[in-house]
């Protein structure tokens, strides 16, 4: 069974603060993705990574950064945290082109 | 982008009843799943069908790719049913290589 774990369900920082969300896969994907979700707004695409050290922006990468220094792990940096990137983050892998696996997902809330 | 369109929106139901849910696409996709989301927020992979049609249980997808649309299935439903069903794809253009777009999802309420 594929497993992709994240870091932490539920995590609660100050305005300003530097994020790390942490996703592990266990099965060799070439490629990792984040989202976020937000009522009314779905899941929206920020990061993906096809490979080490390769990433490549989505549809909202403002405000994020991304780190994939080993295959399993793909990383998602909040630089300095605000109030509007309160949201549910969703880490997912894949094959090329296969099905992709999602994280149990992070609730962030920025206070 | 490719667009993704699910409807309907919101769906009640009592308990043993049968439903469909729709996926409308704007282009061409390489991947599409049915996800379901538990109310912990994990996705939960239901489906992987690009096109075709697959059973698991009670509930099954088709996907006719050639007139850009999904449906699933839900018969006999129960309470554990209940949820948001997302659809999402992968368009087969070069830009939408390995990317998801997700529709905004049904909410389906099952009532015992």
């Known amino acids: 069974d594929v497993k992709v774990t994240q870091s932490s369900r539920y995590l609660v920082k100050r305005t300003g603060e530097k994020v790390f969300l942490e996703c592990v896969q266990d099965m060799d994907h070439e490629n990792m993705f984040w989202y976020r979700q937000d009522p009314g707004l779905g899941l929206r695409l920020i990061y993906f990574s096809y490979d080490v050290k390769m990433k490549e922006k989505g549809d909202i990468p403002e405000g994020y950064s991304v780190s994939r220094e080993k295959k399993e792990r793909f990383s998602l940096i909040l630089e300095s945290a605000s109030t509007n990137q309160t949201s549910m983050y969703l880490c997912?892998?894949?094959?090329?082109?296969?099905?992709?696996?999602f994280g149990p997902g992070t609730r962030l809330t920025v206070t | 982008g490719i667009q993704v369109e699910q409807s309907p929106p919101d769906l009640i139901l009592q308990e043993g009843a049968n439903s469909t849910l729709r996926c409308n696409f704007s282009?061409?996709?390489?991947?599409l799943q049915w996800f379901h989301q538990n109310p912990w927020g994990q996705l939960i992979n239901l489906f992987y069908?690009?096109?075709g049609t697959k059973q698991n249980g009670r509930l099954s997808a088709t996907t006719v790719a050639t007139e850009r649309y999904s449906l699933l299935y839900i018969s006999s439903s129960q309470t554990t049913d209940s949820g948001v069903y997302f659809c999402a794809v992968e368009g087969a253009g070069g830009t939408s290589y390995g990317k998801l777009t997700f529709g905004q999802g049904t909410i389906l309420t099952v009532h015992p």
């Open positions: 997912a892998s894949s094959v090329q082109q296969g099905l992709k696996y």
């Open positions: 069908i690009p096109s």
């Open positions: 282009d061409s996709v390489n991947n």
